[in-house]
C-alpha cells in the first residue's frame, strides 16, 4: 500500500533580512559525566562555559584543544545536549559541525581520534540519530581534527570537524545537538571523548523563528493536515509557485485549520500566513 505524502516541511528562505544569530551553542540542555577514567573540565570552574561559544584559539591538528578552560571531558556512557538559538535549519549541504580535539601525531602517524555519536533534537524529547558504524567510526563525530585557528568554522570546507546534514535524519530544523561518548567502541588507549564546540552552519532566520513560534502545532490526522495557530498568526492562501491563487480545501474553528491537501493534483504550493512580522510562508506538496 503507497502511503500519501502531504506535506514537505521545510522552509522557504525569506526574503525579509534575518536578526542577528548566535552561531554556537548558546546553553547546555542536559548532561552526563563519566568521570571514572578522565575528569577534564568538568569541574563547575569550567563547565560549561568550556563547551559555549567558539572553538579554542591558538590551535591545530598537531596542538588541539586540551585544556580545561577549553574541552571537557564526557567520560564512557555519558553525553552533552547543547542548545542552539535561533535553531539550526536545514539549508544546502552541511547544516552544523562537531569539534572534539583530534590529535595529529607530529611523527605521521594515525590520528588519535576519539568517537560521538550524534543525535538532534527540536523537543528534546524526542532524538533522531545520525547513522553510525561501531567498528569504523563512520558516522560519528571525533574523527577530524579541528583546523587551525584562523580557519572559518562555519565553512566545513576549511574547518575541520565533523559536519551533519539534518536531511540525514529527515529533520528541517533542530534546537538541540547531543553527542554521546562512544570510546567503548575503540582501544583502551580511548580513555573518553572530550567535546570543545558545535558550530552552526544553517540556522533560522528571525522570520522563520516567528512563524516556528506562531505555528504551534501542524500534525497529520487522517487524509487531513491540522494547523494548530498562535494568535499572532493567521491563515491567509496557498499559491502556487507562479503566484496563483490555488483553491484549498479547508475549514477553520477558532485557531484550528484543517487542510484537506489530498484532494488536489499533485504540486508544490506555498502556504502563506500573516503575522506581525509580516508575510511568512511555508512550501508544501499537494496531493497524494
Known amino acids: 500500500m503507497r502511503i500519501p505524502v502531504f506535506l514537505s516541511l521545510f522552509f522557504l528562505l525569506q526574503v525579509l533580512p534575518a536578526g542577528a544569530q548566535s552561531r554556537w551553542a ?4 542536559s548532561h552526563q559525566f563519566n568521570s571514572t577514567q578522565q575528569s577534564i573540565g ?52 552541511m547544516d552544523f559541525t562537531v569539534f572534539e580535539n583530534v590529535l595529529v601525531p607530529l611523527n605521521g602517524g594515525p590520528v588519535f581520534d576519539e568517537w560521538l555519536i550524534v543525535s538532534v533534537s527540536n523537543d528534546g524529547v524526542n532524538w533522531y540519530t545520525f547513522a553510525y558504524d561501531t567498528l569504523t567510526g563512520a558516522g560519528m563525530a571525533g574523527r577530524t581534527p579541528t583546523a587551525a585557528t584562523g580557519a ?35 582501544d583502551a588507549l580511548r580513555l573518553a571523548a572530550e567535546l570543545d564546540a558545535v558550530a552552526a552552519i544553517h540556522q533560522v532566520t528571525s522570520v522563520e523563528n516567528a512563524l516556528n513560534t506562531a505555528l504551534l502545532s501542524l500534525e497529520r490526522q487522517g487524509l487531513d493536515w491540522v494547523l494548530e495557530l498562535g494568535p499572532d498568526i493567521r491563515w491567509m492562501d496557498c499559491v502556487d509557485l507562479a503566484g496563483r491563487t490555488l483553491e484549498l480545501p479547508h475549514w477553520q474553528e477558532g ?19 500573516r503575522t506581525a512580522a509580516g508575510l511568512l510562508t511555508r512550501k508544501v506538496l499537494l496531493g497524494a
Not at 548558546?26 to 540542555?29: D, E
Request: hydrophobic share 35%.
Open 152 to 186: 572559518d568554522y562555519h565553512d566545513p570546507s576549511q574547518s575541520g570537524g565533523d559536519s551533519y546534514d539534518l536531511t540525514d535524519v529527515g529533520l528541517e530544523t533542530a534546537r538541540y545537538v547531543r553527542v554521546e561518548d562512544a570510546t567503548r567502541y575503540q
Open 26 to 29: 548558546t546553553a547546555v540542555f
Open 255 to 273: 485557531s484550528r485549520v484543517v487542510l484537506h491537501l489530498a484532494q488536489l493534483p499533485r504540486q508544490v504550493a506555498i502556504l502563506r500566513f
Open 42 to 93: 568538568q569541574d563547575a570552574a569550567y563547565f560549561p562555559a568550556n563547551v559555549l561559544g567558539p572553538v579554542a584559539n591558538n590551535i591545530s591538528p598537531t596542538s588541539p584543544a586540551s585544556r580545561p578552560e577549553d574541552v571537557v571531558s564526557i567520560g564512557k556512557g555519558g553525553h552533552i545536549a547543547l542548545e542552539f538559538n535561533p535553531p539550526l535549519r536545514n539549508g544546502p549541504g
